[in-house]
């Protein structure tokens, strides 16, 4: 009876401790389904953007092809015919189709009818055909408005549900243009968009090519001008019209999206399966599998705050170049310069905060290839001096405004075997960080030189210098000095372990130790080779 009882007692409590098992786990099972549905959801946000970053490009090259080389091509050929004897007229057509320029000839493909203002009468003449009333009164209209400062116009009519294009520019005759023919421009549109590959090879790395994109191209009226691919996920894809980006060329829109089976060439593990099987199978796990699935939920939180503190690091390092940019985009787009040369101005902060900015993305890139070693140098016998020369030039244009000065000394002659752009970005993050981590009015020394068969690059900045302690620490990655991270400076704590990366996989290394003054001074070192020319002789 005590045995029954005591036996009876275990088996309760046994099950009591089975049931709390299955219970904990399928809460930690709930969880886990809700984290991969939200995986899914950020994973297919991804491919919107990504898709949305593919319509962009469309719009640009379509705008590119057909404004540059189509319209202003024949805004020009229009101004020199009107300067001919007997100006613009029913031979102007003839005249730029048989153009000796072959220029000029191809962007006359586009034209379907030639209209100028008669100098005589003052009516809208055109040369062949005639559209309907209401295009030609909207359009007589459209021409007393204004002139193009850009020169040229694009009025785009919509009638009887079909979209006419038309071209206005000033001519010393007066108001003249074309009308554009829709089976050219369809054309010039597939072969803005087939040109090349569509998505930027630095997101797939040249794995996806445009036959798993799908675009299509639609005009005003809503008629379809171009479809490459097929949507085989049509809740995947996104629209953006032409008047967000270039409404110069074409009012009509722009529908692109990815193909889902080439996800995981541009996020990691693709978009995510389903896991209810295998979540099925946490609640037959044991008490001790599910206290190790605590202690993985523990590493698992530690990993995910190093990541979120990097995430916010890299937001705020993106933040400065973003708002420079859009800042002044804006100011050119709405046209609120002085002077040319103050556009130039603006022009010039845009490029350059596009380079610290495309800069910053090389770094998290080959931060991400580096994790998981998926990313060959092709490495070749190469002078240092023209490689790091090239380097300091551009480096030059980010630092354009601010009171650092940047000396070099490089060496002659010098070769080893490199990859030139992974040495760039040891040299661009070297510099970079000097010119971060220093006071404000400094001199960068970057120093190149051969000593005992070993090429040694030097950058020396005149900051307060790196503790003894941790000059082997902030090659880590995420690792920051503590001074540094209560202070202003944003960093993201990759940009050495990028350079140790890089150089390790070159066959050198790279150290740091003090300069005389007290600033720091990275050093790295590669196997010296022999001249490339010297070998061929």
Not at 153 to 177: L, Y
Not at 319 to 333: G, N, S, V
Not at 378 to 392: D, G, T
Request: aromatic share 6%.
């Amino acid at each position: 009876m005590i045995y029954s009882r005591c036996l009876n007692s275990r088996t309760t409590l046994i099950i009591v401790m089975l049931l709390a098992s299955l219970g904990s786990a399928g809460v930690l099972a709930w969880n886990a389904y809700e984290e991969a549905s939200s995986h899914r959801i950020v994973a297919e946000n991804v491919l919107k953007s990504y898709a949305s970053l593919v319509a962009e490009e469309v719009i640009r090259r379509t705008s590119q092809e057909v404004g540059y080389y189509g319209y202003s091509q024949l805004a020009l050929a229009l101004a020199a015919e009107a300067q001919r004897p007997g100006g613009i007229g029913v031979q102007t057509k003839t005249n730029i189709v048989s153009h000796r320029d072959p220029d000029v000839r191809h962007a006359a493909t586009l034209i379907r009818d030639i209209f100028w203002i008669d100098h005589d009468s003052g009516k809208l003449r055109f040369a062949e055909l005639t559209p309907p009333l209401e295009a030609v009164s909207r359009l007589r209209n459209q021409i007393e408005s204004g002139s193009s400062d850009a020169g040229y116009r694009v009025f785009n009519i919509v009638s009887g549900g079909k979209q006419d294009i038309f071209v206005i520019t000033k001519t010393r005759q007066g108001p003249a243009g074309f009308q554009v023919d829709w089976n050219a421009i369809n054309s010039w549109f597939k072969t803005a968009v087939t040109r090349r590959t569509l998505l930027p090879s630095s997101l797939s790395r040249g794995r996806i090519l445009n036959d798993s994109l799908y675009v299509r191209i639609l005009d005003e009226a809503g008629f379809e001008r171009l479809r490459l691919g097929k949507a085989d996920r049509p809740d995947l894809a996104v629209k953006k019209p032409f008047s967000e980006i270039n409404p110069r060329v074409f009012t009509g829109s722009v529908e692109t999206s990815i193909d889902p089976k080439v996800a995981d060439q541009l996020i990691i593990g693709g978009l995510p399966r389903s896991r209810l099987p295998a979540l099925f199978g946490l609640l037959t796990i044991t008490t001790g599998l599910i206290l190790a699935a605590i202690l993985q939920l523990h590493r698992e939180t530690v990993l995910q705050q190093l990541r979120g503190e990097f995430v916010a690091s890299v937001s705020h390092e993106l933040r400065t170049p973003l708002t420079q940019i859009r800042m002044f985009a804006e100011t050119l787009r709405l046209d609120r310069i002085r002077s040319v040369s103050e556009g130039r101005r603006y022009l010039d902060i845009i490029d350059r905060e596009a380079r610290r900015l495309s800069h910053l993305v090389e770094n998290v890139l080959q931060f991400s290839r580096s994790e998981y070693n998926d990313h060959e140098l092709v490495r070749e016998a190469r002078e240092l001096a023209p490689v790091i020369s090239e380097v300091l030039a551009n480096f030059e244009l980010l630092i354009e405004g601010t009171e650092v000065t940047l000396t070099a000394h490089l060496g002659d002659g010098i070769c080893a075997m490199i990859d030139c752009d992974a040495i760039r970005q040891v040299i661009l993050n070297l510099l970079d960080n000097a010119v971060k981590y220093g006071p404000k009015k400094q001199n960068v020394l970057l120093r190149l030189e051969c000593q005992n068969g070993i090429a040694r690059v030097m950058v020396e900045d005149e900051g307060p210098g790196i503790p003894t302690g941790e000059r082997q620490r902030i090659f880590q990655r995420f690792h920051r000095l503590e001074r540094d991270r209560r202070s202003a400076v944003a960093g993201t704590g990759i940009g050495l372990s990028v350079v140790k990366d890089l150089v390790t996989r070159l066959g050198g290394r790279c150290f740091v130790e003090e300069t005389p003054a007290g600033g720091a001074r990275f050093i790295v070192e590669l196997p010296a080779v022999m001249s490339p020319e010297l070998n061929r002789a």
